[in-house]
């Protein structure tokens, strides 16, 4: 039994219908529920009313879509019926449902800062400190922080560093700059992951981002001086977004088309947690091998290689060096820092300024030569020689580049500074310290969309909209709170190190230098291990995002398994099935749904 139901009226569907109906799995095509054409005739009282009497309407007035349900041996759906054309008679629409639906909403070319992701109240200088004392995205919490970011020249939630004069430097000591203009809002990343399931119009299920840490304490670098949310979204479209944020994070925006929930799971943990489904109704079966260009769908399934779509600037030349540096410099393995540093230290001219490089057990890269034109993390051999790590961001993965997956979710340039204080003002020479401190650059000028914000409608339309500059690209940074800053030197017998600083990251270590002191040497590991380390959430080096993937470890994209059979309410692709002691995953079920019974067509791949 059919019925399909338009605008909460059942559909007359008369004798003798029949159309197409597809039901992908998403978790591997992004695609769900949807049918080919349907020709409904509106010559029935209620199959008018179902489309508002669509044969009198003016064509500017046909609505785009109308809310739709179906319900096919047994099994509720609930989408959208699309408008595709109609005469006088009749109405011809597509159903789609589940994340055929999400698609239809995310693929209309939307660009994301058209669309309204909220107001945030005014921030004063108590809230903005308020919002560095809050560590990550919390639904209940702050949905942003003011972090210090440097937008091409100009530094925003700029930290006043207090010279003090006592003994201590208490954590209060740090006010933000409260200069109009200069508190700039930098949203975390889940506020507009949140707010998309009511967009869509759905209800939030489950969000498995809520409790990934590198999710949680992701944020855009926004060059807006603008409350508005949609001001510091770049210019792409909606579809484009949620692709990067799934590709990031290897996960699928999942909507369950029974309940119009959304759910966002990791694609790995949905796979290896389903339903195995006992299928013994096969009546005709044959297995077809799947050419390599045939289906793009599968590309983040057979991905083997990583890397970041990054710029071809100076900072990323030192950090994004792929195998062929590989191949030319001689890479030495000394264990853990500590031993390539006593390495280092008892040969101080063997490899300085030689091709050759070296890297410890952590995977990180490092360099031992003059100071680079572009500043990285260093640590000193000698006043005058450091180590220098490097490709932080280098490709990662395995095998050739035949399948890599470009991320797009840009780490900025991490710029490095210090100030200098004086604890006693009246004995200058007697004790200076300095506070290392690091923040994210932006290529982009801050921009005040004020100006525009408050523009009257009427003279907008007579003088047109101001010219304002938007982002091409994702710009984030990670935000680990206030921790403990490192102050050099150490040899402080009656200063309490109670120095804080707002510290974003986009990689596991701290990106300043230090002094060539051994003793300074040990404090900064002693601080990076207990003050810095410890609040990193997460990390931007792909090879902590390649863990996250599925790549061809769950089931064999080569070979297509077709099966022909009777249907029931168990072919669903949310199931895996056991047929002959093996199992498959459905692909999707193509069905000709009418009046009389119908076999149904699945297309599987087999579980490794």
């Known amino acids: 039994m059919t019925q399909l139901f ?90 789609v449902s589940g994340n055929s639906e999400l698609l239809y909403f995310a693929n209309q070319d939307k660009k994301i800062w058209k669309m309204d992701w909220g107001i945030e109240s005014a921030i004063d200088s108590a809230r903005a400190r308020q919002s560095i004392q809050q560590t990550g995205y919390e639904t209940n919490g702050f949905h942003f922080v003011c972090a210090p970011v440097k937008l091409n020249d100009t530094i925003v939630n700029k930290f006043t560093l207090a ?15 409260g200069v109009d203009g200069q508190i700039i809002m930098m949203p975390y990343l889940l506020h507009y ?10 209800t939030m299920k489950a969000n498995v981002l809520l409790s990934n840490d590198r999710a949680k304490c992701t944020y855009l670098l926004n060059n807006f001086n603008s409350l508005a949310y949609a001001n510091a979204l770049p210019d792409m479209t909606l579809s484009e977004f949620i692709e990067i944020i799934e590709d990031e994070f290897n996960v699928i925006f999942l909507v369950d088309k029974t309940k119009q929930s959304l759910e966002i799971v990791y ?6 947690s389903r339903t195995t489904i006992q299928l013994n109704n096969v009546i005709d079966a044959y297995t077809r091998n ?66 050759g490089g070296f890297f410890d057990n952590q995977g990180n890269y490092y360099l031992y030569a003059d100071k680079p034109s572009q500043e990285m993390f260093s640590r000193k051999i000698t006043s005058s020689r450091s180590v220098y790590i490097f490709n ?38 007697l004790k200076q310290f300095e506070i290392h401190y690091q923040f994210p650059q932006s ?31 994702l710009e984030t940074c990670i935000f680990m709170g206030e921790i403990k ?37 040990t404090r900064f590991e002693t601080w990076a291990l207990s003050d810095f380390m410890n609040y990193v959430p997460g990390s931007y080096r792909l090879e902590n995002i390649v863990n996250t993937y599925v790549l061809n470890s769950y089931f064999d994209t080569t070979k297509e398994y077709v099966m022909q059979m009777e249907d029931n309410p168990f072919l669903s692709t949310s199931f895996l099935f056991e047929i002959n002691n093996a199992i498959y995953i459905p692909l999707r079920f193509e069905r000709t749904i009418s009046d009389k019974p119908e076999m149904v067509t699945g297309y599987f791949y087999k579980m490794l």
Request: charged letters at 20%; a negative charge.
């Open 163 to 177: 010279n003090e004069t006592g003994t201590s430097i208490p954590s209060v000591a740090f006010p933000i700059n």
């Open 290 to 355: 799947v050419s390599e260009e045939s289906d793009d769908k599968l590309s983040r399934f057979k991905v083997n290689k990583f890397s970041y779509e990054l710029p071809d600037d100076l900072y990323y030349k030192y950090h994004r060096l792929d195998d062929y540096w590989d191949l030319r410099a001689i890479f030495i393995f000394q264990g853990d820092f500590a031993t390539l540093l006593n390495f280092l230290t008892a040969n101080p001219d063997a490899w300085y300024n030689k091709n």
């Open 443 to 473: 290529k982009y000028d801050l921009s005040d969309a004020s100006a525009y914000e408050t523009i009257p409608l009427a003279d907008m339309i007579e003088q047109g909209v101001p010219n304002v500059t938007r982002k091409t690209d």
């Open 6 to 95: 338009v605008n909460d009226i059942e559909i007359a569907l008369g004798d003798n219908f029949s159309f197409k109906q597809i039901d992908e799995n998403p978790i591997i095509t992004s695609v769900g529920e949807f049918t080919l054409d349907i020709v409904i005739s509106i010559q029935t009282g209620q199959n008018a009313m179902a489309f508002g009497m669509i044969h009198r309407l003016n064509k500017r007035n046909i609505p785009a879509e109308w809310p739709a349900a179906m319900i096919v041996n047994n099994k509720v759906s609930h989408g959208k019926a699309i408008y595709i054309s109609n005469t006088d008679t009749t109405v011809t629409i597509q159903y």
């Open 485 to 521: 800053a490192f102050i050099t030197p150490v040899t402080v017998d009656d200063v309490t190190f109670a120095t804080y600083y707002p510290y974003s990251c986009n990689d596991i270590y701290p990106d300043f230098g230090i002094p060539p002191s051994s003793s300074e040497v």
């Open 392 to 429: 932080k961001f280098r490709p990662a993965g395995f095998g050739n580049w035949d399948n890599e997956l470009i991320l797009k979710m840009i780490p900025p340039v991490i710029e490095k500074g210090s100030i200098q204080l004086n604890f006693h003002p009246g004995q200058p020479d």
């Open 267 to 272: 694609r790995h943990e949905n796979i290896s």
């Open 193 to 202: 992951v949140e707010k998309m399931a009511d967009m869509f119009g759905f």
